[in-house]
């Protein structure tokens, strides 16, 4: 049966979900459950002294993170399985206090391509990270998760908009405001000290700067007569990012393997922290010359020796949308992973990577679906031809399949979680990649 079936994974999957409203939480997460199982951290500002046979990690800007393992033998080839942590959705803006009829708002900028509609009449929390001054001078990071419902984004009466269903547009700017406070002069910063007093014990601090969002209080659930849904504020990427570390998790050991999930996929991926930033090029670079052979000459062998699934879902057929798909390239929710392709390179998927997954699927009886869009609609895009193009490593793109991609709750399906999952860990312990 797929491992979705078992009740503990499912609940992992689940409180991983609630838990990491942010990148930041995501990262902090992820690596907190790496570190439980035996990982060991690593920081870029050190001399690292890597021994085969061992795990790490590794984080830049506490929102990406990398982790790996070391074969017994000379590192040869790595089996790289990459995600991301950001998901579209509302960041406040620097000086975000604005009062409008008596209500104290917060002014919010748009991150990614969300959709913006589901976004009103929910219950909103506030979440991410916080800089704050001691009173020593210190500088000092700290993550914060304000988990109850402060705000909202109210909706116009139908009866005071006659044309709301008529594909209204929204103005982010003008519309999209959460109310917090039925005030006419409060303002965020003393919330924030109370807040970092709640949860980090801060008292005599000075709030810097911070970024922070918006995110839905409600929880992951399992929907359906069956159960055959999970619905969730952040599947896209969330799900990847716990499908590659439960695969790291269950894997042999025997294999070099290495997980990546980036942050800042959602806007384009130009950061340093981004798939199209150094963050990945330098770790390999690093366990080239510990583990590896050293020279450039082996770097580019390593490179080239191995292959990258880029994880991240996929669109579902829509029941009431299926005018939406190419008819023969509709993947259906729990009938296994989608292979992504894209003649434009918008996807990194061709026929040797696509070969491999389809033979992996086939060894561990794990059912594939393949994605095309329609010839007359534009195409998104993925870390993997980012990665593909800047590491040169051999790369496809594979994802769940899912409903309401970008909206502030998202679906899947339960089984493709653990189809995907168990795909995954195959992929890891195959001895080899061809």
């Known amino acids: 049966m797929p491992k979705a079936n078992n009740a503990d994974f499912i609940a992992r999957l689940r409180e991983f979900l609630r838990a990491s409203p942010t990148p930041w939480h995501a990262t902090q997460n992820m690596a907190e459950r790496l570190g439980g199982a035996g990982f060991q951290r690593l920081s870029e500002t050190d001399r690292w002294t890597l021994t085969p046979g061992e795990r790490y990690y590794v984080t830049r800007n506490d929102s990406s993170i990398i982790a ?7 590192l040869a080839s790595l ?28 002014g919010v900028e748009v991150y990614g391509g969300a959709l913006l509609a589901p976004w009103f009449d929910r219950d909103l929390g506030i979440a991410g990270r916080v800089h704050v001054r001691h009173g020593d001078g210190r500088l000092e990071g700290v993550l914060l998760n304000v988990e109850q419902p402060v705000a909202t984004v109210p909706s116009l009466a139908i009866h005071l908009d006659r044309e709301a269903n008529s594909g209204r547009a929204i103005n982010p700017q003008t519309q999209m405001a959460p109310v917090l406070m039925q005030s006419d002069s409060a303002t965020l910063t003393p919330l924030l000290h109370t807040w970092l007093g709640q949860q980090h014990g801060l008292e005599d601090v000075e ?9 839905d209080m409600q929880p992951p659930a399992l929907v359906g007569v069956e159960q055959e849904l999970i619905a969730s504020a952040r599947l896209d990427n969330l799900l990847s990012c716990f499908m590659g570390v439960e695969a790291l998790l269950e894997s042999d050991g ?12 959602e806007v384009g991926s130009a950061s340093a922290c981004g798939a199209q930033g150094p963050f990945l090029g330098d770790v390999l670079k690093r366990l080239n010359a510990q583990v590896g052979g050293g020279s450039e000459e082996s770097l580019i062998q390593l490179i080239q020796s191995s292959c990258m699934i880029s994880c991240d879902n996929a669109h579902a057929l829509h029941p009431n949308f299926r005018d939406r798909h190419d008819e023969h390239h509709g993947p259906a929710i729990n009938q296994g992973p989608v292979i992504k392709v894209n003649a434009n390179q918008c ?4 026929s040797a990577t ?15 679906q393949a994605f095309v869009t329609r010839a007359d609609m534009g195409c998104g895009s993925t870390i993997g031809p980012i990665t593909a193009t800047e590491i040169g490593v051999p790369t496809l793109d594979v994802g769940v399949p899912q409903w309401a991609m970008h909206s502030i709750r998202e679906t899947a399906g339960t089984r493709d979680v653990g189809y995907l999952t168990k795909a995954l860990t195959a992929f890891l312990n195959r001895p080899a990649l061809n």
């Open 68 to 74: 790996f393992q070391l074969p017994t033998s000379p």
């Open 79 to 106: 089996r790289m399985i990459g995600a991301h942590t950001d998901s579209p959705g509302l960041r406040l803006k620097p000086n975000a206090t604005q009062h409008a009829a008596g209500w104290l708002q917060l």
């Open 207 to 215: 709030v810097v700067d911070f970024e922070l969002a918006f995110y």
């Open 254 to 265: 025997e294999q070099g393997a290495l997980l990546v999930a980036n942050d800042h996929e």
């Open 347 to 350: 996807y990194a998927t061709n």
């Open 354 to 368: 696509g070969a491999l997954f389809r033979d992996i699927c086939r060894e561990v009886e794990v059912p594939v």
